[in-house]
């Protein structure tokens, strides 16, 4: 079955120091989705990307799907302490029909003031 | 802004009883979906349902587990005979199209197993 993994698993960054996630996918995907989510808490919807090759900006954050539509990666830019938590990549297979949103085994991001 | 309301936060159920989750998804969703995530571990795929019937789910989906919209509003998760493995915190999420919309999550319940 379609397996997506995440590297690294954990990360500890200085506050103010930039900090990468990258996701990789066994199949080719329709679209790719990231979430966070604080300690104790759930999954928040970030973004979405579609397109190969595509790259989005949210503030800090910069998302960006492969060209083979197979991987991902999230960069935050001068990390704050509200970035703490795990970041999970959720992908669909490219099949038609597939509704299933697999995540990704997540990177656990913590923040050293 | 509109929200997936969860209960109970927490269940605690012994081995083999039953236990039934409970989810409001957002009222214009059509798509609805359980997840669940063991205590450190990624978020894992269980069901997705819409217009009165399951449309997907996985392995971990077996006879034991069940799903259900009773009425107009609420969606329930129901575990027929609990295991011990069956501990996690389970998640529901609503969405207005499956294809290109981000899911929104409840808080989850956390499910323990004794």
């Known amino acids: 079955g379609q397996q997506v993994m995440q590297i690294p698993q954990y990360q500890h960054v200085q506050e103010g120091e930039d900090f990468t996630t990258y996701c990789n996918s066994s199949t080719t995907l329709s679209n790719i989705q990231w979430y966070k989510q604080r300690p104790g808490g759930h999954p928040v919807f970030l973004i979405q990307?579609?397109?190969?090759?595509e790259v989005k900006k949210q503030k800090r954050l910069t998302f960006q799907f492969g060209e083979a539509k197979k991987n991902s990666s999230l960069h935050i830019t001068a990390t704050q302490t509200t970035d703490v938590g795990t970041y999970f990549c959720a992908g669909r297979d490219s099949n038609f029909g597939n509704e299933k949103l697999t995540f990704g085994t997540g990177t656990r991001l913590t923040i050293i003031p | 802004e509109p929200e997936v309301t969860q209960t109970p936060s927490h269940q605690v159920t012994q081995m083999g009883q039953e236990v039934i989750l409970r989810c409001v998804p957002i009222?214009?969703?059509?798509?609805f979906y359980w997840y669940r995530q063991i205590l450190g571990q990624k978020v894992e795929f269980l069901v997705s349902?819409?217009?009165?019937?399951?449309?997907?789910k996985s392995e971990i989906f077996d006879d034991q587990f069940s799903v259900e919209r009773p009425d107009g509003s609420n969606f329930t998760l129901k575990i027929r005979s609990t295991k011990l493995e069956d501990s996690a915190m389970y998640f529901c999420?609503?969405?207005?199209?499956?294809?290109?919309?981000?899911?929104?999550f409840g808080d989850g319940t956390r499910l323990s197993i004794l």
């Open positions: 990307l579609v397109k190969s090759g």
């Open positions: 349902f819409y217009n009165n019937e399951i449309s997907e």
């Open positions: 999420a609503s969405g207005v199209r499956y294809s290109n919309q981000p899911q929104h």
């Open positions: 009222s214009n969703h059509l798509y």
